[in-house]
């Protein structure tokens, strides 16, 4: 069947400082992956949809000098968030498949101290 | 404004009984939508999806459609507490090819 793997889980980080963060789709060919963010009280945030072959699209707000990422190939696509601030903070999901049909990860949550 | 609107935006169900949820878009560019829930702590996962008018239905959950609207419905009948989470409406743009979150009807099922 189809899975996402994303990595880490968890992680903590100092304000100011970066982290990246990775997801795998498994058992199928994923045309397109999507970040979203997840922050608390508020609902899932698109950060940006990459489609292999084509330009990586980001949502308003969100710049890829902030979130840079990376689909080099169908299976495997990772985000940076650059100095991360205690805004950033939330569950980052990426969810991978085709443009009709995405298959999420558990998430990577992260705290920003 | 939020484009994919979702109410109520909590609902409690005695046990047995049936949750009614909706979701309703402003951009008539969607031609899919689809229901997701997510219990706490966890990501969310698909439940249904639905891009024809009508009426879908599996197990004890029932999703309808109406496109002239772009109204979508989600029921779930004989309630269980397993099924109180946080549940979330997605359209998806087909132009964009993206999909557009709703705020999420957070259902509670009352023993």
């Known amino acids: 069947g189809a899975l996402v793997y994303q990595y880490p889980r968890r992680t903590i980080c100092k304000s100011g400082t970066s982290m990246r963060m990775e997801c795998q789709a498994v058992?199928?060919?994923?045309?397109?992956v999507a970040w979203y963010r997840q922050s608390p009280q508020k609902t899932f945030e698109l950060i940006a949809l990459s489609t292999v072959n084509s330009a990586i699209k980001y949502e308003q707000n969100f710049t890829q000098e902030k979130f840079p990422i990376s689909h080099p190939n169908l299976s495997f696509s990772s985000m940076t968030v650059l100095n991360a601030y205690l805004e950033d903070r939330g569950l980052y999901l990426c969810g991978a498949g085709t443009l009709y049909e995405q298959y999420f990860g558990p998430g990577t949550r992260l705290t920003v101290l | 404004q939020q484009k994919v609107q979702q109410s109520p935006e909590s609902l409690i169900v005695p046990e047995g009984g049936m949750a009614s949820l909706n979701c309703t878009s402003s951009d008539r560019n969607v031609d899919y939508f689809w229901w997701y829930r997510q219990h706490s702590g966890k990501s969310p996962k698909m439940l249904m999806s639905i891009f024809s008018n009508g009426e879908k239905e599996e197990g004890r959950f029932t999703v309808h459609l109406n496109k002239a609207s772009l109204h979508t419905s989600l029921h779930i009948r004989d309630s269980q507490p397993s099924d109180s989470a946080l549940y979330l409406c997605a359209a998806s743009d087909y132009n964009q090819g993206k999909l557009i979150f709703g705020q999420g009807t957070k259902l509670s099922i009352k023993p």
């Open positions: 058992g199928f060919q994923a045309t397109s």
